[in-house]
């Protein structure tokens, strides 16, 4: 077995995965989608996770194939950072020598946004090998690496120091584990008063059970999307009261509307995220709570 050696954390072992969980790993291991990459090559601020915000429509009247295309990959990229800075605006009050951590950072990009704007340290951590070398090589030609760093781990558990950071979030990565193994961990490792953020696409369990459209995105993005009850459940069981909770289902709207008419970046799954969000059977939402 490996084992993972960062400064501020003890050496431990890149954990051992369940079987569902090495899938996803081997997915994030393999993908190389256009609607990720082609945008972050816009300013190395790779995101995964979706956009937020009214769109510039004019983006489609560009005559110009070539043109067109270019503009509206920059204008689902502006949604998806206005996504990132939202999230990055709700962790609280932090300073440069606080620690916060990015769980399922992906690519890094919202570990970037949180240090460009407190000046924080960053830890992200992630189950894709090959994505945590992306992150910390797009951090080295930053040349922030001292403060922003990527760590090959599982998320509910991830060596990190307890009680180290003054705040930690999930951006669209909670649906690929158990909230209550996760709650657990994000509250080992804040501190008292510390502020945790999520945002995450949930199915309204006032509906039911999940509906069709629920379970096609589960299959497309091999993960598990829970009920919007699950969440302030397994935070109301693991120290971490909601402070803020904002439905962002509106708010998405835009950007997959414009993104299922971007034939160079659709991936077949726009209209079901559309369809799920205006029947009500799936929400968009932003909670932030604070560890007691």
Not at 199 to 214: F, H, K, L, M, P
Not at 215 to 243: E, G, K, Q, T, W
Not at 265 to 274: A, D, H, K
Request: negative net charge.
């Amino acid at each position: 077995m490996t084992t993972a050696h960062d400064a501020g954390t003890k050496t431990v072992p890149v954990p051992t995965q369940s079987t569902y969980q090495n899938r996803v790993a081997d997915y994030w291991n393999a993908e190389e989608n256009p609607v990720n990459l082609e945008l972050g090559r816009i300013d190395d601020l790779y995101h995964h996770h979706y956009g937020i915000g009214d769109a510039d429509w004019s983006v489609l009247d560009e005559p110009d194939a070539g043109l067109r295309r270019e503009a509206v990959t920059a204008e689902l990229h502006r949604l998806e950072h206005a996504q990132a800075e939202l999230l990055a605006g709700r962790l609280g009050r932090l300073t440069p020598a606080d620690r916060v951590f990015d769980a399922g950072c992906g690519r890094g990009g919202g570990s970037i946004v949180a240090n460009l704007r407190h000046g924080c340290h960053t830890d992200g951590v992630t189950i894709s090998a090959k994505q945590a070398a992306f992150a910390n090589e797009q951090a080295r030609k930053r040349g922030v690496d001292d403060k922003v760093r990527y760590h090959h781990r599982n998320m509910l558990d991830t060596g990190l120091k307890s009680g180290a950071y003054a705040a930690s979030w999930n951006n669209e990565s909670s649906m690929y584990v158990e909230l209550d193994l996760l709650f657990a961990e994000h509250a080992r490792l804040l501190r008292r008063g510390g502020r945790y953020v999520v945002i995450t696409g949930c199915y309204n369990d006032t509906y039911g059970q999940a509906s069709r459209e629920v379970s096609l995105i589960n299959a497309h993005y091999i993960c598990d999307i829970h009920p919007r009850s699950a969440y302030f459940r397994a935070m109301a069981a693991n120290r971490l009261v909601p402070v803020h909770v904002e439905d962002l289902t509106e708010a998405a709207l835009p950007y997959w509307e414009l993104r299922s008419q971007a034939d160079h970046l659709v991936t077949g799954i726009e209209q079901t995220f559309l369809t799920a969000y205006k029947n009500g059977s799936f929400q968009y939402l932003l909670i932030a709570a604070d560890r007691v």
